[in-house]
Each structure stands twice: as C-alpha cells, then as structure tokens.
RNA sequence: GCACUUUUAGCUCAGUGGUAGAGCGUUACAUUGACAUUGUAAAGGCCGGAAGUUCGAUCCUUCCAAGGUGCACCA
C-alpha cells in the first residue's frame, strides 16, 4: 500500500522522549493552563462551574519521587478531565519551605562538608546558603512537574514562605493571638537535642529498643520502691504518686521526706493519683515533673513544683561533680552504680521500650519544660462568619469542634471513608499545638517584646527597642491556609470569592492530620468555611518487593527515569491502574512496559485508521451509520460516561482500566479486526459507515484517553485528520465526548 | 492495650447480595501483520477459618487466625 499520506513519525514506533517535551512546551505556550485564558478565548464560559485543586507542595528538600508522580498524575487527571467538560478547572501549584526538614537538611551538607554548624555561620548567612539550597531545590521540582505532564496554572504559582503567604500566616496569627487562641506558655515538650528545637507530637517516630528497667528506693529510710528506665532524671522528683486505691501504700499518702540521693537533696511527698497503673513495677510512679509530660500533668494537680535537672543538649543541670554537665546516658550510669553500692537497686530487668525520636533529626526525644507559643485547640470563641454546618455564625465554639463537625456531618467527606474513624481517633487524643520551633528558617513569629510590653501585629511596632521572638513557626502552620493563601487571602480576591473552597485535596495517608486537619482548622477559623469537600487520601507506592522506596535501600525509581526510557504516559497508566484509594500499592518495570506497548498500539490503531480511511471525508451532518456500527457507537457513549463517572466519584483506578481495556481488547483486537473484512469487501455503505464509526471513535478514545495519557494523545490529536471547523486545535481543550448525554 | 485495615488465580491486585475478574507469569497454536511484536485459546480459585442473617453470602453481622497501619502506654 501506498503510504505517502501516512505522516512520517507513523512509520515508526512511538518514541515519548521526542515527544513529551515538546507538547508540553505547546500546552504551557496555549496558556490553558490558566481557566482565565480559557474564557478569554471563548473555551470555558465564564459563568461555569469552578473545580480547584490545590497542589500539596512538595518540600523543597530534593527531587521528586514516584509518590510524588502519582499524587501529580491523580490530580491532573481530575483538572484535564474537568477542564474537558467546560468546567473553570485551576490547579494551583507551590511548593513548601518545610522548615525544620530543609533546615536540617542543609545543617547536614554544612557540617559534612565544612564540619561548620549553624552557630558558627550565624542567623544571616545560615539563612542565606538555605534559601540557595531551596531555590535550587525548587527550580529542580519544578521541572519535574512539568515532566509528569501536570497542567497546573504556573501563573499562580505559590511558595508557602513568599511575600503574599508571609502575610496570610502573620494575618492568621495576629487574628488567632487577639481572640486569645494562641497563647505563649511554660509546658513541658518535645525537645529534639540534635535539631535544638521543639517538636510537634505527630513529628515523633518511635523506635522500640530495649532497655533496662531498674527498682529502687530513694534512701534506705524511704518506705516505696519505685521503677524507672531513667534514673538520671531521679534527682528531680518531688513526688512518689501511688493509685487511690492501691491499698499497699494507703497509709504511707501525705506524708513527706527528705533524703539525700547520690548527693542530691531531694524532698519527696507521697501523693495518690488516679492516673497510676497499679499493676506496672511496684505500682508507685516517681514524679519528675521537668522531664515528663504525664509527670508534668500530676505535679500540676497537687501542685507540686518542677525542678529541671537536664537542659537542652540532654546534659546534666545538677548533682555534684560526678554529675553535673554529664551526658544524661553518663549520669545514669554513675547512679546505677551509687544504687547498687548503697544497696538499694532491688531489680533490673530487660523491657521493650518504644523512644521516641525526632522524624527529621534521629535526635532523641528530651521532655523538657520550655516557654513555647501554642495553639488552643479547646479554647471557646465566637466565630463571626460561617457556613460550616452545625455552627451558626456568631455562635460559639472551639477549634476541636470545628475539625470534628465538618467531617461528622460530610461536609469534608474522606475519600477511602474509614479514615475518618482515624481522624476522630485523633482528634479525641488531641493537644494544644506547639507552633514555635526553635530554628531559623521559617515564618519568624509575629511578636516583639519591650520590657513586658508583647505586641504581635503583621510588621514590628513603631518606636525603639523592640524586639522580635526568636523562634519561627511550624511549617503546617502557614500549609494550613494552603487553600486560601495561594487565592490571595487575606485579600478578598476575585480568585478567592470564585475557587474556594477547592473541590478535591488529593493527597498520602500519612499526612492526614499534620496537614488535612489543620487546614480544615485554619480555614474553620479564618474564614468560617470548609477548605475542600473531598479529601481523597492515596496509599504510599511501594517496590516490587512491597518495600517502601528508599534512598538507603537503593530500590527507589526516579519519576524522570521513567519518562526517558518508557515516556511518562506509561508512568502515570501504571501509577494509577490497580490502585484502589488509602492502599499501597507497588510498582515495577513490567508494569511501566505494559503501559508503553500500550502508548504503542495506540500509535499503530491510528496508523491502521489513517491508511484505511486515506481521502474519506467525515461527515457527521449525515449520519449514515448502520445498525451494526451505530451499536459500537452506543458502546463508545457508553464508555465515556462510565468513565467520566469513575473519575468524578474518585476511581482513577478503574476508569483508566476501562479506557484500556475499550481500546486494545475491543476497539483494535475486535472491531479493527472485524473492519479489514469489511473493507476488502464490496458493501460500499458497509464500508463508508465503519470508516466515518473508525474516525469518529478514533477521536473519542484519544479524549477518553487524555486524562491519563495526556501526551500520546495530544500527539495523536495533532496527527489524525480532522473537520478542523468542529474541533480544537489541541486535545487539551477539547470536550469530553457525548457530554450532552450526561445526566447529572 | 485500643482502634482501623487487609486476607480473592503462581505473583500483584480489582470487584459484586444471584456459585468470580484484570495485568503479569505459565502452556499450546497462529502470525511478520496497523504492532521493536501481536492475536487466538488453555490451564489455574471450596474469594483466610467457623457460625449467623437471607430463598441465596466472596460481599452483611459476630467470633477466630495471620499480616499491616495509626494512637496510647512506655514509671
């Protein structure tokens, strides 16, 4: 057959690296990206329905991983399939400073490389080599987002530590101190050593370890043995609690001594107190209240006081030579031994113990008691404005409630449901939040002391002598107003009034409450709104083997990786199909492959359509299909609203499974079989109807397609001949088929 | 300890109140074709175990077992 109207690039087999770049150079230069550029140029009308999404911002610590590609791929799935069906479609992207994971992050390199820390680059320059790191950091995620095909509005670009989100965090903050929400506080906290900074509960990993589980009595005279893995923190005790009901110990409650321990004096009241289990050690808890939180919490309810004996590099603040200024693993040595030369340790035993460490450092987790900025998350306030369902404006309420409500009653529904069972879990066991970090790279917090003058205001006072906190904020903090900061709150913008709240926040499990609650908490209180109505939670992308991926383990695929030698098309089919939401999935070169044959034949259906279709006009004014191929038309309809159905009810997973099942198995191993009988015979009405079904279905499938394989098909929408009067110039923008069909 | 979750073909996983599906793998045959291959077909499952609800359970309920995750405890 003659093939000189075939284009070239038929020829030969899809080659996504010469291709992929390209397109996306075209899509950017389009500007449909932008809903705005949409209606300017009459593709989306101006009065359509609006759907937003959010880009959770990658941290700006590193590269991208497959995580990454499929949260990206999800995502843009949704916003090309939203923007096809004439909808105001804007995906936002940003990324995040990350505080404490950049900061120490670059600590690392520095001190690797010039064996430097922090202090010794000081506050200015430390902040100058981060935010080099960070840019760096940023320009290289950036280009990898591009390279996943995600059609994000970069004209809206956002970074959680610019200018515009500064002074959504400082508005936010200025509003919550006014209403006595945030309040600065003596607690005891999770002091991270190594990092020299506060940390937040859910920053905490535990390691279970081994350690030993020592019994003793203070003195010889003390009547109460009680058990400890920290003897080292002894010397700080006040208080021997023992349960109310712990008849063992009832006649020795209230009464008070004072002893020396390993040179230490230390006086000790015997206190009963419910939360003592009377079945673990000897059933009577030594009370240090410095350096404990639960101890914290007892000494506070029979007033007792705190005396701090560690400070923050986990050295000893007290005790006499053979102690002080010692590493708390050294003193606690030296006590041990002190114990049993006295002859008071009566047991040491091995137990399993779970340590917490810091999530970004290793470093052990210290409790220390330190003034730190919190948020009150049981604190009533009158919440002026609000559409939240249960709350009424101007009713009264609490930060906890708010969480809880939007997502008891559905109106932030989580996508697999069962999470929102763990959601309330958390809530339920929630604490103030410690927003104060003691680091430098962040939203410095917006207070400033004179004397005992505080004021906190989006810039620093007039006059002299003022001067700033120290400390930054937590980064999900200034991620919490994700939502809104990146449409231009605290303005009220046009972008503001028309895409919020966002429609889906398309995120990992794992950052459920660190993020997803505290936005539905900061837009709660800010604005008195939701922040999405769906949360749909992804499950973490696993090797082969189902391990996670992992620098150390070496068994990560970098997303890049796979576009070069599979093209990203493959990538994201094999990222989504097959993955149910909230579960893990696992990913391998044979899946990827699968997906590129797949690319491929769709490149050679077309090249098979072309060839036998060669000088045949469409002409979808007279439609002359017969009964049989007006059947495989009806499957097509059908098709693509199931399809569309699975995307708008969040099933990514089979909608894509469908899309590829119609086109291998049915569209080409069926009908296109079925066609080359056709087409040698004589039945010219026969063969004119299947060539107009092949055309027509040939362009349908390619828009089924597009959300998933968004650069294969745009290529092959630029390829296949078409009434140029009734279509677009770039699949991007056209309609999803059968549309008028839809019911809704 | 509490909660959530998983258990379906050799592997990885979808799925549904009416005795089961995909991809990969395996086996056989065909084909150089629109296809840096592809097609046709086959083998392979008491849908973790037990009980219950139901006309009917892989699906709903309860219990049990084994994995995973979260939270708490961690004196």
Redesign the pocket.
Known sequence: ?ENKHIPEKLL??Y?PQSTEKRIYDAWEKSGYFNPDVCIQEGITKADAKPFTIVMPPPNVTGILHMGHAMMLAIQDIMTRYHRMKGEKALWIPGTDHAAIATQSKVEKEISKKEGKSRYDLGREEMLNRIHAFAQDSHDSIIAQVKAMGASCDWSREAFTLDETRTKAVYTMFKNMYDDGLIYRGTRVVNWDPKGQTTIA??EIV?EERKAK?YTFKYAKDFPIA?????PETKIGDVAV?VHPSDERYTAYVGKEYDMEFCGVPIHIKIIADES??KD??T????VTPAH???DSDISKRHNLPSIQVINEYAKMTLGGENILGKKTTEARETIVSWLRDEGLLEKEEE?N????TAERTGGIIEPLPKLQWFIDVNKEFVLPESTLEGIASGSKTTLKQIMRTVVQNKQVTIVPE??D??YF??ID?LQDWCISRQIWYGHRIPVWYKGDEIYSDIQAPEGEGWVQDEDVLDTWFSSGLWTFSTLGWPENTPDLATYHPTAVLETGY?IL?SWVARMILMTGYGLGTIPFHTVYLHGTVRDAQ?RKMSKSLGNGIDPIDVANKFGIDAGRMALIT???PG????IDE??IK?YK?FA??LW??T??II?NTEGFEVDNEKNEYTEEDQILADEVRTLAIEVGADIDAL?F??AS?KIY?YI??RF???I??ES?EIFTGTDTAKISSRKQFLMNTLADTLKILHPFMPFVTEELWSIIPRNEANSQKLLIIESWPFLENHTH
Not at 283 to 286: Q, Y
Not at 583 to 586: H, M
Request: proline share 1%.
């Open positions: 057959m030969t087999p080659d509960d859910d535990y589980l009680i058990s400890t893995t920290r609690a003592v289990e673990f050690g059933g009577a808890l030594g404990s939180m639960i137990v113990q779970n340590v917490s069962y999470f069972k763990t879990h958390w066991n794992e409450f189902g097959g993955t149910a579960t893990d999935s696992r044979n899946k699968g044959n491929n034949k050679n259906i090249r098979f060839t099933r997973h089979l499974e099942h291998w198995h080409a191993d069926v296109l079989e080359k």
